[in-house]
């Protein structure tokens, strides 16, 4: 079964950077389409980024492009999120769910979230 684990979460402050990982112990997330999801008090749900597991371009909501960049480490059979300019409305659980799929597809497997919070 696999299991996602997130981590890098923390205490940032408006305007900062943060990078998240998104792994699972014993196996490679080389094949699995990768999405990373927030979700903040009171909130639904949303995702935010998105990268499949072959060539192609990750995709991005409109309220993180430019600012967020999801990419993998094949090496490590990891996958990561940059996230710059950081602002307080981005605080949030952070999750990352994985397919064997697309990204197109529903996520199978979930991580338990990591927390950011951005605040002065």
């Known amino acids: 079964q696999l299991q996602l684990v997130e981590s890098g979460g923390g205490l940032v402050q408006p305007g900062g950077s943060l990078t998240l990982s998104c792994a699972a112990s014993?196996?490679?997330?080389?094949?699995?389409?990768i999405g990373w999801f927030r979700q903040a008090p009171g909130k639904e749900r949303e995702g935010v980024a998105c990268?499949?597991?072959?060539?192609?371009?990750?995709s991005y909501a409109d309220i993180v492009k430019g600012r967020f960049t999801v990419f993998r480490d094949r090496t490590k059979g990891t996958v990561y999120v940059q996230m710059n300019n950081l602002q307080p409305e981005d605080t949030a659980v952070y999750l990352c769910g994985g397919s064997p799929l697309s990204i197109w597809a529903p996520v199978d497997y979930w991580g338990q979230g990591t927390q950011v919070t951005v605040s002065s």
């Open positions: 990268i499949g597991s072959s060539l192609g371009d990750p």
């Open positions: 014993g196996f490679t997330l080389n094949y699995y389409a």
